[in-house]
């Protein structure tokens, strides 16, 4: 073998240097440091037998251009996003999963139907016996140390342990489709989901919790147990892809998610759905305990989080929490109160008298909202006024004439008149008076 010792080599001018011909083997010996200035091509980079194989040194910076693709057919570790904390979504797909934000009220007393009462974005569907549902402040037990303030607690007031085959109850939470277009539901891609959230009952048993597509009448169900009375319990339910039915790519109520309560044998005397399937009422709920059979029953859920994939308890991705600001502006998509404070002289919009006893006004939203909205307003005498020069001019009600996804446009007839072209402050004159607009799923 000839040797040839060199302090470099260099191509002919412009010209490429080529080491060896096809077939041949360069080797670098053990030992010999191999450094590239510019750029090195090469199809395969392999560590030597029995050692690992480091790239760069601390403090480098290693780019992956834009359209490049890293691809993982093994284990990758310390890179930062793991199976752990990766999501495709950037926001929550629950909204106020935390039940932090409730812009109704915080307690409402003597539910017998179906609606939302406080805490924003969950509703009570249907119902079975009276209930008591509160925005509950959590100060100790699992659920508070896992990092969560609040709660939604339903707190049976007036029992029904005599069961009707029509009978159901349950807390619902409803999503828009164009939010979960990336379930890629209806196709061959079709992904599985995971909810999970924290539940505490008195009631112990068999629950259900159902996922329910309103676009093409689907669902299925899936049981979970609550263990111990009156303690925190982490929930973690999987549900298979679903292949069939696409999800409507609008605003619509494509998919409700139900935590049920309470069924009659109408929806529970078959056997549960526990694979996508067009629906049958009686294999909904199947196996549901009655959390409405005793007056000492509540029910708490909170946490309430639906993730793309399936996942573990140790697996999935951490609770989003968002800031109060950002979680209550995705809440005013769908429900806008103007005065949640309830200050009596809290203040509106601007007014103007567009003749002597007629007076208009128009008020701008926080946000889009996610449908034209209806007026959700509680009337009565004196409980709005119109503060201008030096008067107070009273009325009674306050009428939405027109709304938009951004304005509503609001009259009223003063009780005292003025000058036409007066303008002054459309404000609440009333503890009492509300001032709210809904566009709910």
């Known amino acids: 073998m000839s040797k040839i010792f060199v302090d470099q080599v260099d191509p002919k001018t412009a010209t490429t240097l080529t080491l060896g011909t096809t077939g041949d083997t360069v080797t670098v010996p053990t030992g010999v440091g191999l450094t590239a200035t510019d750029e090195v091509k090469t199809n395969k980079i392999s560590p030597a037998t029995g050692t690992a194989f480091t790239l760069g040194d601390s403090g480098d910076t290693f780019t992956v251009p834009s359209g490049a693709t890293i691809a993982n057919s093994g284990t990758a570790t310390g890179f930062g996003i793991t199976a752990t904390n990766f999501r495709p979504n950037v926001n929550p797909l629950i909204i106020n999963g935390d039940c932090a934000v409730s812009q109704r009220s915080t307690s409402v007393t ?4 179906s609606g939302y009462n406080t805490i924003d974005r969950f509703k009570v569907g249907f119902a079975m016996g009276t209930w008591t549902q509160t925005q509950e402040s959590l100060t100790s037990g699992n659920a508070y140390t896992d990092g969560f303030s609040n709660a939604l607690k339903m707190d049976c007031t007036t ?3 005599s069961v009707g085959s029509s009978d159901r109850l349950a807390l619902s939470y409803n999503i828009e489709g164009q939010d979960l277009q990336l379930l890629k539901k209806g196709t061959a891609n079709a992904e599985p989901v995971t909810i999970s959230f924290w539940v505490k009952a008195t009631k112990t048993g068999t629950n259900i919790l159902e996922l329910y597509d309103n676009d093409n009448n689907r669902q299925i169900s899936i049981a979970y147990t609550v263990s111990s009375s009156d303690t925190w319990e982490y929930k973690v339910v999987n549900f298979p892809a679903d292949t069939t039915g696409v999800l409507g790519d609008d605003n619509g109520s494509s998919l409700a998610i139900n935590w049920w309560m309470g069924a009659g044998s109408n929806f529970s005397s078959g ?4 694979s996508w399937s067009s629906v049958t009422d009686a294999d909904r709920a199947v196996g549901q305990v009655n959390h409405a059979d005793s007056t000492s029953n509540n029910f708490h859920i909170t946490a309430a989080q639906l993730e793309v994939g399936t996942y573990t308890s140790a697996t999935i991705p951490p609770f989003q929490h968002e800031s109060y600001g950002n979680n209550l502006a995705r809440c005013q998509r769908y429900y806008y109160n103007v005065n949640p404070t309830n200050e009596q002289y809290g203040s509106i ?3 103007a008298y567009y003749s002597s006893t007629f007076v208009l006004s128009c008020a701008h939203f926080p946000v889009t909202m996610r449908a034209t909205p209806t ?6 005498t004196d409980y709005f006024n119109i503060n201008r020069d030096s008067a107070n001019d009273g009325f009674n009600v306050l009428i939405m004439e027109k709304a938009t996804l951004n304005t509503a446009d609001y009259v009223a007839n003063a009780l005292v008149s003025a000058t036409s072209g007066v303008a002054g402050r459309l404000r609440f004159n009333s503890t009492s008076a509300r001032l709210r607009f809904t566009a709910e799923l």
């Open 110 to 113: 003597g539910i017998t139907g």
């Open 159 to 161: 029992a029904d342990a």
């Open 271 to 274: 056997t549960l759905s526990t």
């Open 349 to 351: 919009a601007m007014a």
């Open 375 to 380: 007026a959700d307003f509680v009337t009565g």
